[in-house]
Every structure is written in structure tokens, then in C-alpha cells.
């Protein structure tokens, strides 16, 4: 059984960056294709961008290319997940997911990252 | 990518069924039969539902379907329960990875 435990809640003012990590568990990290997918207040998910095992390549949503960059340490099975430039907009909780049929299979607790003056 | 449509709510009472509707385009939901459904509940993480279309995970009730007939997807529940009232989205691969906006199931 996979589990993911992400990093604890982070409070960034505006122009700042974050980087929220996923510690896996039950599997390797090179076993699955992590994803983060965030969720503003009272709103719906948001896919960010994730691993294509396609391609081998990490693939980034349109809407935070050159703002985002996800990596992983395999000698720690921890995925990171960076956002920089913050603004207030940014304000939500992160998640991560791993994939390990075609879809979303397992998901972490969430990281909630408030941007705020 | 835009996001794809779902109804913002549905309702139905204990031991109905209700459907919810997942439209895209042919470039994502027509095109690929790989389309999953989370639920989520409030201050929880999601949980996948059914995925590649119509296929249930380990552990997920028989009550919970889900079909595909041209750019539109459908989650299936039947014999509503209390437990089932929650946040449901859509997602489907489209080269990328896009969701539904989200539908609120009321139980009556």
C-alpha cells in the first residue's frame, strides 16, 4: 500500500517561492509517476503537472511553465514540488499524487500554502 | 486545456440513483478511455472512484460506475447512502491531465 506524508502548512509573502515535499512509502518512488494537483479555497482541483513515463519526461500545465519545477531524490523516495513568484492567487492546498494504474491512485494529505502580506 | 463541464450539484435521496455528467472535447474525453472520478470529502484528500472509464479500485463499492459515449463521461451511484454526499471530480488525460470542476452530491 502506497502512502504519501507531505511537509507541514507554509505561510510565504507575495514574490516568494515555496517547495513542499511527498515522502513515499509502500513503493518506490521510481515505481510510480508523481503528480501535484492543487486546490484553492472553496474551489475545484487543479492538475499542475506530473511525470509522462511516455515520454520520461516531467510535463508542466501551461498556466505555471517557467514558475513550477518538480523533482525527485530517489535515494530518499521524496518528491519536491517548487513554485516561485507567489502571489495571492497561489493561495491553496497542494497535494501530491501518484499514479500507479493510469489515474490518481494515491494521494498525499495536502499542504496548505498561504500567500499573504 | 479547458477545464471540463460538470453540473455544479446534484441531489437525490437514500437508495436512488443519480448520474453525473462529464463533458469534454474530443481532444481529451472522446479521445482517450481514460477518464477517472474522485470523491472527495470536505478537508479530505480525493479519492479515485472509478478509473479508465469504468473500472472500480480495489476496495470501491459496486455502486459506483462509470461510462463514456462520445466527448461525455458519466459517474453512475446507485443506492444512494448518506456516506456519498460529498465533492465529485472528473478528470481525464489529454496529453496532459485536466479536471471537471467539481459537483456537489446532496443526499436528501
Known amino acids: 500500500q502506497v502512502q504519501l506524508v507531505q511537509s507541514g502548512a507554509e505561510v510565504k509573502k507575495p514574490g516568494a517561492s515555496v517547495k513542499v515535499s511527498c515522502k513515499v512509502s509502500?513503493?518506490?518512488?521510481?515505481?510510480?509517476?508523481m503528480h501535484w494537483v492543487r486546490q484553492a479555497p472553496g474551489k475545484g482541483l487543479e492538475w499542475m503537472g506530473g511525470?509522462?513515463?511516455?515520454?520520461?519526461?516531467?510535463i508542466y500545465a501551461q498556466k505555471f511553465q517557467g514558475r513550477v519545477t518538480m523533482t525527485e531524490d530517489t535515494s530518499t523516495d521524496t518528491a519536491y514540488m517548487e513554485l516561485s513568484s507567489l502571489r495571492s492567487e497561489d493561495t491553496a492546498v497542494y497535494y501530491c499524487?501518484?499514479?500507479?494504474?493510469?489515474?490518481?491512485?494515491?494521494w498525499g494529505q495536502g499542504t496548505l500554502v498561504t500567500v499573504s502580506s | 486545456q479547458s477545464a471540463l463541464t460538470q453540473p455544479a450539484s446534484v441531489s437525490g435521496s437514500p437508495g436512488q440513483s443519480i448520474t453525473i455528467s462529464c463533458t469534454g472535447t474530443?481532444?481529451?474525453?472522446?479521445?482517450?478511455?481514460?477518464v477517472s472520478w474522485y470523491q472527495q470529502h470536505p478537508g479530505k484528500a480525493p479519492k479515485l472512484m472509478i478509473y479508465?472509464?469504468?473500472k472500480r479500485p480495489s476496495g470501491v463499492s459496486n455502486r459506483f460506475s462509470g461510462s463514456k459515449s462520445g466527448n461525455t463521461a458519466s459517474l453512475t451511484i446507485s443506492g444512494l447512502q448518506a456516506e456519498d454526499e460529498a465533492d465529485y471530480y472528473c478528470?481525464?488525460?489529454?496529453?496532459?491531465?485536466?479536471f471537471g470542476g467539481g459537483t456537489k452530491l446532496t443526499v436528501l
Open positions: 478528470c481525464s488525460y489529454a496529453g496532459s491531465r485536466v
Open positions: 499524487a501518484s499514479t500507479v494504474t493510469t489515474s490518481f491512485d494515491y
Open positions: 479508465e472509464v469504468s
Open positions: 511525470f509522462d513515463p511516455e515520454d520520461g519526461e516531467t
Open positions: 509502500g513503493y518506490t518512488l521510481t515505481e510510480l509517476s
Open positions: 474530443s481532444s481529451d474525453v472522446g479521445s482517450y478511455n481514460l
